[in-house]
C-alpha cells in the first residue's frame, strides 16, 4: 500500500526525496566537519593557557666560526640539547621545517618544498641519481603526542626510531595522506638528510587534514610532508664529514618550551643547564602564544557554529517535511475516501502516509554513504559516525512529523465527511 501511495503524489514525494537526498549530503559534511573539529580541539587542548617560549641559537657569522672552531664543540651542543630534552618542569616541542631531497621521485610537482611560493628548485644529479627537494618536517614524540596526530594505516615511531644508528642508513618516516595514492608502507626512499644518505622506510601514512604548530606557523598542514623523526645520539656524537651532525645538533636546540612556569622561573632552568653544559650562545624569547591561543578560540567557536547550523537545519528541514505532509493530506483526501469505503481502515491510511517519509529519507541517504564507501581508503570509523547523526536525526524528524500530521490528519476528520 505504501508503494501505492507514492505512485499517487510522484513530484511531491520526489520532493522528499531530493530534500532527503540533500539534508543527508549536508549531514555527511557536517560529519566530516565535526570529526575534524573533534581532532582539531583534542589537539589544541594540550596548548590551551600554557606559556610557550622559543629557544634560538645565537651562533652566526664570526660567532659560529669561533664555536665551532672549538674541538669539544658537537659535545657541548648535545649535552645542551639533551639537558634541555629531559627537563620534566616542561614539556620540550621540537618541529622543525626542513626540506629533504629524494632521488627518483614518485609525486608531482606539488610535493616540492618550495611549490607554495612558486619558487621550485630543479633536480640536480648526485652520482648518477636525480634528486628533488621535498616538503619534510623534523619531529621529537612530544610532537607527535601533543597534536595527537593520528595515523590512516601503519604505525607511528617507536622509541628506538629516535636513535642515530651509524652502522644503520635505515630511517623510519611518516608520509602525509597525499602520498597514499604514491607510496604505501614498507615502501622506501633514497633520501639525503642534511646531505646524509639515508633509506627513508615508510612505516606509516596520516589521516587526511593532520596539523601541528611549528616555530615558523601556528599551523602547519602535513598532508603533502614528509616526517621525520628528530634523532638523538645515546653517547657523545661520533665524528663524521660533512654538514649532517652540526645541523642536526643546531636544529636540535631551537625549539619550543611549553608550560605553566613563568618566564623568569624558565630563564633560571636554562642558565643552569647552560651552566652545566658550557654552552652559552641562546637566546629565550616568547614564541607566538597569540596565534596559537587564536587558533584554540577558533576552533571552539567553528564547534559552536556547526552546532548552531546543525540546529537551524534540523529546524528547517522539519518544517519543510510538514508543509509538504500537509500538501499531501490535504491533495488526496478524495483519494482516501475511496481507500475507506473500500474496507481501509483510518489507521492503515495514517500508517501509509507516515511510512513514506521514513522510506524515502532512507533511500535519500544511501548515496552518501555510497560516496563514502567509494571514496574513502578507511571509511568505517567515518561511517559509523554518519549512521549515527543519520539514525538519530532521522528518528527526530520522524517523530516530530508523524506527531503533526495525526493531529492535522484527524483534525481533518475523512469518515466525518463521508458521512456528510
Known amino acids: 500500500m505504501i508503494l501505492l501511495f507514492i505512485k499517487q503524489n510522484k513530484l511531491l514525494n520526489m520532493t522528499i526525496f531530493l530534500i532527503s537526498l540533500i539534508f543527508c549530503s549536508l549531514l555527511l559534511v557536517l560529519t566530516l566537519n565535526i570529526n575534524q573539529t573533534r581532532i582539531e580541539i583534542e589537539a589544541t587542548r594540550n596548548f590551551k593557557d600554557k606559556n610557550i617560549y622559543q629557544i634560538s641559537d645565537n651562533l652566526y657569522k664570526e660567532k659560529e666560526k669561533e664555536f665551532f672552531s672549538k674541538p669539544d664543540s658537537f659535545e657541548i651542543l648535545n649535552n645542551f640539547s639533551n639537558q634541555v630534552h629531559v627537563n620534566e618542569s ?112 615508510v612505516v606509516g601514512i596520516l589521516e587526511p587534514s593532520q596539523k601541528i604548530m611549528t616555530v615558523r606557523e601556528p599551523e602547519l598542514l602535513l598532508n603533502r610532508y614528509i616526517i621525520l623523526p628528530l634523532l638523538d645520539f645515546e653517547q657523545a656524537p661520533p665524528k663524521m664529514e660533512g654538514i649532517f651532525l652540526k645541523a642536526l645538533l643546531l636544529s636540535k636546540i631551537n625549539g619550543n618550551i611549553i608550560t605553566d612556569l613563568e618566564p623568569l622561573q624558565i630563564r633560571t632552568m636554562l642558565n643552569e643547564i647552560s651552566g652545566k653544559t658550557g654552552f652559552k650562545e641562546f637566546s629565550v624569547i616568547g614564541a607566538n602564544s597569540l596565534a596559537v591561543n587564536s587558533i584554540v578560540n577558533m576552533t571552539e567557536i567553528n564547534r559552536n557554529t556547526l552546532f548552531v547550523i546543525s540546529v537551524a537545519l534540523f529546524i528547517t528541514l522539519i518544517a519543510l517535511f510538514i508543509i509538504i505532509m500537509r500538501i499531501i493530506i490535504k491533495k488526496n483526501i478524495d483519494f482516501y475516501k475511496v481507500l475507506l469505503i473500500s474496507g481501509v481502515s483510518t489507521n492503515q491510511i495514517y500508517r501509509s502516509i507516515n511510512y513514506q517519509l521514513p522510506l524515502l529519507n532512507l533511500i535519500g541517504c544511501m548515496l552518501p554513504l555510497i560516496f563514502i564507501m567509494v571514496t574513502l581508503n578507511n571509511p568505517l570509523s567515518l561511517l559509523v559516525n554518519y549512521l549515527i547523526v543519520v539514525g538519530i536525526s532521522s528518528l527526530i524528524i520522524a517523530i516530530a512529523v508523524n506527531r503533526y500530521t495525526r493531529k492535522y490528519f484527524e483534525k481533518v476528520d475523512i469518515v466525518q465527511q463521508l458521512k456528510g
Open 90 to 201: 616542561y614539556k620540550y616541542y621540537n618541529a622543525i621545517w626542513q626540506p629533504i631531497e629524494v632521488s627518483d621521485f614518485k609525486g608531482d610537482m606539488i610535493y616540492d618544498a618550495y611549490y607554495e611560493t612558486g619558487n621550485n628548485q630543479p633536480s640536480y644529479m648526485i652520482q648518477n641519481k636525480s634528486y628533488r627537494a621535498i616538503k619534510s618536517v623534523q619531529l621529537n614524540q612530544v610532537v607527535l603526542d601533543f597534536n595527537q596526530l593520528r595515523l590512516e594505516t601503519g604505525a607511528g615511531f617507536k622509541e628506538d626510531d629516535y636513535v642515530f644508528k651509524q652502522e644503520d642508513d635505515r630511517l623510519p618516516v611518516i608520509l602525509g595522506s597525499e602520498y597514499s595514492s604514491i607510496y604505501k608502507t614498507g615502501d622506501t626512499l633514497d633520501i639525503l638528510y642534511y646531505q646524509r644518505k639515508f633509506t627513508g622506510v
